[in-house]
């Protein structure tokens, strides 16, 4: 047996630690923010090398606090992939605003910037790169087209705290970057929070203002805003966290390498190329040139690559789901991210159709991708056995 995610491998090796951070709080009687949340900020700078950083009460609360310091709301647009997790779409609508979907690139699954472009109108206030499955999107032609269009930046990064891009930590490029501490994200937490980061000091006070319902001080209101706290607990059980966090990630790392090289010595089983990103049209002739039945991840040269996620496309139609099946006939964990792209989302079909156009590359991947077990414990006997599982199923060859 191979869970997707062992929560406990990573936790319970740490229980005496734990226990002290819990009990810390506890005797303090402080539950709301106070010295535990700061010392998690402070921290939280410093990994992704910026001037701000504040807890907040979740991933997707940081999005939906980044949008309101922005000010962004009705009748502006927002550029977001079509092909990620739904709260960076949902956190646009909610703003008021409405989510424009992009689609994906083939090879490293993140937001096309040339789709991007050509949906920029009037309206396009902001973009949102998603660093999807722990991989930088693309951030120098990210920040050009924000550039030209006077676009604001949100760097989703609930996936990727600790990745970098060309040497600048993932979250830290744009205007804010957010990240989400929930159990099955890297820097996994007991429960629900995240963070913003932002090298602005006025916006960093207008988002400190936001977390507290907009009040400064407390009970006079120069902003609606709301309450995107992180709990102290939380803080201080994280905290806990951060020394070992680099072993995680090296051993995640470590991990991918090994199914990489061992899966290609499969037949039918080929990298996906890094010369292919944002080629979708070209894609489906390499498939064929190659004969590839299994295309595997790829960390591109200039990103730090934290595989939260191993996302494997399985080629042909219905093969996805065949080896899903088949996976958890054996006892694997696996998780299809994600089965339905945002742009055909029932509760976005009332935004203009011209928002949900061209996402072809995006639908295809949620056709075709599926995540295997990555998380830093697992063992090599593990590994083994998701390797000769996804073997044996190419050897059925139906
Ligand atoms: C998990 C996730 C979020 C939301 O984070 P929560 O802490 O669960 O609210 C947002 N965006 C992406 C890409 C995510 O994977």
Redesign the pocket.
């Known amino acids: 047996m191979v869970p997707l995610l062992d929560v406990n491998a990573q936790n319970h090796p740490l229980e005496a630690e734990f226990t002290e951070a819990f009990l810390r709080v506890f005797r303090s009687g402080q539950f709301i923010m106070g010295p535990e949340v700061s010392a998690l900020e402070e921290k939280i700078a410093a990994l992704t090398a910026s001037k701000h950083a504040l807890g907040v009460s979740?991933?997707?609360?940081a999005?939906l606090l980044a949008l309101m310091a922005l000010g962004i709301g009705p009748g502006d647009e927002v550029l977001v992939p079509a092909y990620?997790?739904f709260?960076?779409a949902g956190c646009v609508s909610r703003a008021g605003a409405t989510p424009v979907f992009v689609d994906a690139c083939p090879v490293c699954f993140n937001i096309d910037v040339s789709d991007a472009r050509a949906k920029v109108t009037v309206r396009t206030k902001a973009i949102i790169p998603?660093h999807?499955f722990g991989q930088a999107a693309d951030m120098d032609a990210v920040m050009a087209l924000a550039e030209e269009h006077q676009l604001k930046v949100i760097e989703?990064g609930?996936?990727s705290i600790g990745a970098s891009y060309k040497g600048r930590p993932c979250g830290s490029i744009g205007h804010i970057g957010t990240y989400?501490?929930?159990p099955s994200?890297n820097l996994g937490g007991f429960g629900?929070?995240?963070a913003l980061v932002c090298q602005d000091d006025e916006l960093a006070e207008q988002c400190r203002v936001l977390r507290v319902h907009g009040s400064k001080p407390k009970y006079f209101h120069h902003f609606v805003g709301g309450n995107f706290r992180l709990d102290p607990l939380q803080a201080a059980m994280l905290m806990v966290k951060l020394p070992h966090y680099g072993d995680y990630t090296r051993k995640r790392q470590a991990n991918a390498a090994y199914y990489t090289e061992r899966l290609l010595r499969t037949s039918g089983v080929v990298q996906a190329d890094p010369a292919h990103c944002r080629c979708g049209s070209t894609q489906a002739a390499w498939l064929e040139e190659t004969g590839a039945r299994v295309v595997l991840p790829v960390g591109y040269g200039h990103n730090e690559h934290i595989w939260n996620q191993y996302t494997l496309r399985i080629v042909d139609e219905g093969r996805r789901d065949a080896l899903k099946d088949f996976l958890i006939g054996r006892k694997i964990g696996c998780e299809i991210y994600y089965p339905v792209t945002m742009d055909q989302q029932r509760c976005f079909a009332d935004t203009p159709e011209s928002s949900r156009r061209g996402c072809d590359v995006a639908r295809r991947l949620s056709r075709e991708a599926i995540s295997i077990p990555i998380y830093p414990e697992l063992s090599e006997s593990q590994k083994d056995e998701v390797i000769s599982a996804i073997q044996d199923f190419l050897g059925l060859g139906v």
């Open positions: 979740s991933g997707t609360d999005i990620t997790f709260a960076t998603v999807l989703d609930a996936q989400s501490f929930f994200k629900d929070g995240g």
